[in-house]
């Protein structure tokens, strides 16, 4: 994968499926997808990854608060199968309001939790067996939890961004999933952290997958307007707040790509130049439907050339 899409959840089933095919078709590589309290994120990447053959999926983000590593693995495993392989796996440690508010449970000491997550959780999808016992959670297999076709292993990805965040995942992930870490975040923060971690526990070096917004239009003004009220949501979160500020931004629209082919194809430029192995792009549909065909046919041209 060098570049897909997130697509929205607000559309039916099929309506997914339909669009995953014409981002296929465009020539992107990848398909992502939410998890928030609608869809479940691992059934609809099953479903598009069999239904649209070739084409990766992934889910962005499913937090660890209110899961448990073996229903994650079933999940997980079953949706590799689905896909023949093409799954992909992200993990968060999502967010004090919406964990408390939704599933009752208090957010605490989310870094331990999400380490006993990973470290229960990878044996289960290479082996299809575990065995940990630790302060948040415990997770064994008195049956086996291997799930057939589900080849090769899942490979695990967090949506890390902190410093301690990044540790553990270059220790025990596979990868990271940056959202709206600009390109001076992403070059003198996080590549930097996670791959030093990853080093020092003797694992290949991560993948950064950064999740960018962005849009191609000849209305970059009024997509910009669009996208400065739709991305406000992700400013009520300290996480995002600081990287949006180590990213030299004041707002999260800031860190939007919006405009025409040659900006956009330029921004994309500077997250890989800051390190970034893949990048997927969000928000497509903030403008028209022909600006999201416009920035879906740059992007399966950018992942070609």
Same mark, same amino acid.
Do not use: C
């Given at each position: ?192 952290? &996670?791959? /030093?971690? #990853?080093? =020092?526990?003797? $694992?290949? +070096?991560?993948?950064?997958? %950064? @999740?960018?917004?962005?849009? &191609?239009? /000849?209305? #970059?003004? =009024?997509?910009? $307007?669009? +996208?400065?009220?739709?991305? %406000? @949501? ?14 030299? +931004? ?56």
């Amino acid at each position: 994968m060098t570049i897909g899409a997130a697509l929205p959840l607000h559309n039916g089933i099929d309506a997914t499926v339909q669009l995953a095919r014409e981002a296929h078709e465009a020539g992107l590589r990848s398909a992502w997808f939410g998890q928030t309290f609608t869809y479940d994120s691992p059934s609809l990447a099953a479903i598009v990854g069999r239904e649209v053959p070739g084409l990766h999926v992934g889910t962005a983000a499913i937090p660890v608060f209110g899961r448990h590593p073996l229903v994650v693995s079933s999940q997980a495993q079953t949706a590799q199968a689905a896909a023949a392989g093409r799954y992909h796996l992200g993990l968060a440690l999502g967010t004090k309001q919406l964990t408390e508010a939704g599933f009752g449970i208090p957010h605490d000491r989310p870094i331990r939790l999400l380490r006993e997550f990973l470290t229960a959780l990878r044996p289960l999808l290479e082996t299809g067996s575990t065995d940990f016992r630790g302060e948040l959670l415990s997770a064994g297999t008195p049956l086996p939890a291997a799930v057939p076709g589900a080849e090769p292993p899942v490979p695990v990805l967090v949506a890390a961004m902190g410093p301690q965040a990044l540790r553990v995942s270059g220790e025990l992930a596979d990868g990271i999933l940056p959202h709206l870490a600009g390109p001076r975040a992403l070059a003198e923060h996080i590549v930097p952290a &996670v791959n /030093a971690a #990853a080093e =020092a526990a003797g $694992r290949p +070096a991560p993948r950064i997958v %950064a @999740f960018v917004p962005g849009v &191609v239009t /000849a209305d #970059a003004d =009024a997509v910009l $307007r669009t +996208a400065t009220d739709s991305l %406000a @949501f992700y400013e009520r979160f300290p996480s995002y707040q600081r990287v949006i500020e180590l990213s030299g +931004a004041t707002r999260a629209a800031d860190l939007a790509l919006i405009g025409d082919e040659e900006t956009v194809a330029a921004g994309v430029r500077r997250y890989r130049e800051a390190g970034a192995t893949e990048v997927v792009f969000t928000a497509t549909d903030l403008g028209s439907e022909a600006d999201r065909h416009r920035t879906w046919k740059l992007l399966g041209e950018l992942a070609t050339g």
